[in-house]
């Protein structure tokens, strides 16, 4: 590898990468770079900035974070999704409160409940010097373009080659900052559409770049078949706006608090099945029909169809793992579904 590239990417890195509060300088604060690091897989910087900011006040640190109970750390998760990261997050916390000190080396790190091998590599080169290069998706991308590889986002090829070009920058200038910089390079200016190779540091050296192709790199990633799902919820509101939850025990959304729900057969209707579910919850009173709701689940595609009813004190009265919560400011741990499930219900008044 040519030492003047490695230069070049660390160069730009200095001048143009984004200020992120976890961001500071070398060897780092291990907790802040690993809540930074779950919080961004899957999720896009910008949005995870606030939700980071947030965990960070009330969770300051790694003991904080192993001393507090799943619901506390799945609320303040609340707005990212894929809560299962949450849960991961939270046992890693807690095997290394237990262990009493940090696993420094990647392999260490990778044993840790829930730790992916990324995740450990970026931990232990940012924070321990460690010299395993962390390979994301945007580290793959490039090092596709860089090679003209016609290789799939996600195939073990694509990775192998990320590990190989990072590694080559890292050995002609050994500083952790080379590996953060090939992650922001992938995120900014190699980004999925519309790469600015003009302004690209590794341009020199890039071979989809020399023949104007990059746009044909990296083959896209194989798409899972998506599954359809169909639902029925209540939607049970109280005069001073709160509205009936509890907490959802099953493979999707687990240990979130949502409104009532249930799985629709293929052939089941949702006005009986929505029946069904109120008189199994002791809820009685008229259900009016909402407008459906869309929600996604990484491959899972879930119709909603909510259904409004009245609460009557006295009349209905809800089973003891029920609560009620402000669907706009929930003080539970909760999905965007809340927030979707409110706005199509305020087309469906209840009937007094």
Request: include cysteine.
């Amino acid at each position: 590898m040519d030492a003047a590239l490695a230069t070049a990417l660390v160069g730009w890195h200095r001048a143009e990468r984004r200020a992120m509060p976890w961001r500071t300088p070398f060897p780092r604060q291990p907790y802040r770079v690993l809540v930074a690091e779950v919080m961004a897989q899957q999720t896009q910087i910008d949005r995870a900035l606030p939700v980071w900011e947030r965990f960070m006040e009330r969770f300051p640190s790694l003991p904080a974070l192993a001393a507090a109970s799943e619901t506390e750390v799945l609320e303040q998760w609340s707005g990212l999704g894929y809560y299962q990261r949450a849960r991961r997050l939270h046992a890693a916390a807690r095997a290394i409160q237990r262990r009493g000190d940090w696993p420094r080396t990647a392999d260490d790190l990778a044993a840790l409940p829930g730790i992916g091998h990324y995740t450990a590599a970026a931990v232990a080169a940012f924070c321990f010097g460690g010299t395993e290069p962390p390979v994301d998706g945007n580290v793959a991308r490039v090092a596709a373009r860089f090679g003209r590889l016609a290789l799939p986002l996600g195939s073990a090829g694509l990775l192998a080659a990320g590990r190989k070009l990072a590694a080559a920058l890292h050995a002609a200038s050994p500083t952790p900052e080379v590996f953060e910089a090939l992650m922001e390079l992938g995120a900014t200016l190699c980004a999925p559409a519309v790469p600015r190779c003009l302004l690209c540091p590794l341009r020199p050296g890039c071979e989809a770049a020399r023949r104007g192709d990059q746009d044909r790199y990296p083959l896209p990633r194989p798409q899972r078949a998506v599954e359809p799902h169909r639902w029925v919820a209540l939607w049970l509101a109280r005069e001073d706006g709160r509205v009936l939850v509890r907490e959802v025990r099953g493979p999707l959304l687990d240990g979130l608090w949502l409104p009532p729900l249930r799985p629709l057969g293929p052939d089941e209707a949702p006005p009986a099945a929505a029946a069904e579910l109120a008189a199994a919850l002791n809820l009685r009173g008229t259900l009016r029909a909402a407008p459906t709701c869309s929600h996604s689940i990484t491959h899972r595609a879930i119709t909603v169809h909510p259904f409004v009813g009245a609460w009557r004190p006295g009349v209905s009265e809800p089973v003891p793992d029920q609560r009620w919560t402000d669907p706009l400011h929930p003080d539970l741990p909760t999905s965007s579904l809340l927030a979707k499930l409110a706005r199509a219900c305020r087309a469906a008044p209840p009937e007094v």
